[in-house]
Antibody, heavy 119, light 110 residues
Framework: QVQLLESGPGLVRPWETLSLTCTVSGGSINNYYWSWIRQPPGKGLEWIGNIYYSGSSNYNPSFKRRVTISVDTSKNRLSLELRPVSAADTAVYYC?????????????WGQGTLVTVSS | QSALTQPASLSGSPGQSITISCTGTNSDVGGYNFVSWYQQHPGKAPKLIIYEVINRPSGISSRFSGSKSGNTASLTISGLQTEDEALYSCMSYTNSGSQVFGGGTRVTVL
């Protein structure tokens, strides 16, 4: 069974860059799309973007100018960068596995990691 | 992109059925059969319960069912149980190649 684990700083200062990593174990990152999704405290889920193992990516237009998602197949992991951040970016960030197509659902999720943006 | 529209909250008594709506546009829900539903208990990660409008993953109770009419997808929970109390979110593929979530519906079992 595939497992996903998000990691990164829990606190980021305003105007800096939020950087997170998602490590995939129990399965290969190859042949799947992988997504980043976030959830501000007490609010709903928000799709940030996804990436195919080959590097092809899609982004939420609301984030497009600020976000970069990358994949490292040799290390079986994907990364998220969001810049510059503000308090509105405080959220639990999840990575999730999609399918073989960009329209596929997310069937496996990480536990999530809380990122707080504050000075 | 605009979030799909879901009721903020719904409640029901044990054994009852409830239906959660998820309304979008021709550019997302109405244009594709790529709607999925997720159940999320407090402090936990979301869990897939319906995919491609009507399909249940292995291990998901048959009490959960999905449907779609026009620009509105729906999730029905039959025979409501206390463990069904959770946040339910829909997600749809869009014609811009992205995905979009609904705002989430908090279900309370009275």
């Amino acid at each position: 069974q595939v497992q996903l684990l998000e990691s990164g700083p829990g606190l980021v200062r305003p105007w800096e860059t939020l950087s997170l990593t998602c490590t995939v174990s129990g399965g290969s990152i190859n042949n799947y799309y992988w997504s980043w999704i976030r959830q501000p405290p007490g609010k709903g889920l928000e799709w940030i973007g996804n990436i195919y193992y080959s590097g092809s990516s899609n982004y939420n237009p609301s984030f497009k100018r600020r976000v970069t998602i990358s994949v490292d197949t040799s290390k079986n992991r994907l990364s998220l960068e969001l810049r510059p951040v503000s308090a509105a970016d405080t959220a639990v960030y999840y990575c999730a596995r999609g399918g073989r197509f960009s329209y596929d659902y997310n069937d496996s999720w990480g536990q999530g990691t809380l990122v707080t943006v504050s000075s | 992109q605009s979030a799909l529209t879901q009721p903020a909250s719904l409640s029901g008594s044990p054994g009852q059925s409830i239906t959660i709506s998820c309304t979008g546009t021709n550019s997302d829900v109405g244009g594709y059969n790529f709607v999925s539903w997720y159940q999320q208990h407090p402090g936990k990660a979301p869990k897939l319960i319906i995919y491609e409008v009507i399909n249940r993953p292995s291990g998901i109770s048959s009490r959960f069912s999905g449907s779609k009419s026009g620009n509105t997808a729906s999730l029905t929970i039959s025979g409501l149980q206390t463990e069904d109390e959770a946040l339910y979110s829909c997600m749809s593929y869009t014609n811009s190649g992205s995905q979009v979530f609904g705002g989430g519906t908090r279900v309370t079992v009275l």
